[in-house]
């Protein structure tokens, strides 16, 4: 075996001290590490030499391998994105990254990847690393069951299906790169099925292989979806300005990158196929009528 061959092994007291304090500051950016961590982005102090740690360890849980080789570009790559713009939220680390991390790890058992693609440090991105890996063929190929799903509307442009279930949103999300469909990571279906449905939309005449989108209409504080301007109004004198500013959850519209897209775009993507999928919606989901307006 040549020397470059041996793997370095994980001390995880030598990450916290080389890298446990840039990431807290790189989490204090990320809501997703909140429910976790606490309201870090509150501390004024120095924090507390366990949340490093358990900061460390969460990161250390979307590694794969048997040993954490991939912990440190993990975690170094989470902080150079947050350190240089808006980076990658925690759950899509614990759930997409996670999911590709596991296959590229087959792959590069199986030299199905060949150098230097099968470097992991040579990506300095997560996504030039989802893109990449998203290249090659699923190293153990099996047959998907469909789960439990709705189709809410249908026409000739567009087919939207509304999984019921983890197991449909990992089979119509296939080739994504959305957490609600991580197949090997933390899946974050429930969370959002939760608050809201997703809608997964389908175009029938795609104009790339693979395109896709998942929308998800909410306006929400917490785990309470604001359902008129009454209730936002209300939210606003009980809670204050920044509180709202700062916590009130809104409507994301992925493509099949993990990439956002606003209605605009899809309303000029797909014509009056949108406004017919708005309504429908509505007619089932009247709850979600004051988020879909807030949006058009």
Known sequence: MKASEFLIEYNQDITVQKLGSALLQAAKKDRTTYNILGRIKDMKNEPDPRTIILAVRMFAGADPTENNQYTEWIIRTYIREWNTGRGTKFEDVASTVQDYLEKFYKLNRRKMIKPPANDINRYRTFKEFLNTVGQYPNPDPTEKEKGRATEIYQDNSIRVIVPEDQTAACYYGQGTQWCTAATRGNNMFDSYNDLAPLFIVLP?????????????????????????????LEAYHEYGEDYLINNLEESQFMDEHDDRVNMRYLHSRFGASMSNLENAIIAKYPELEFAINQDR
């Open 204 to 232: 029938l005449k795609p104009k790339h292989v693979g395109e896709k989108y998942q929308l998800h209409f909410v306006y929400s504080l917490g785990n309470k979806l604001i359902t008129s301007e009454d209730a936002y």
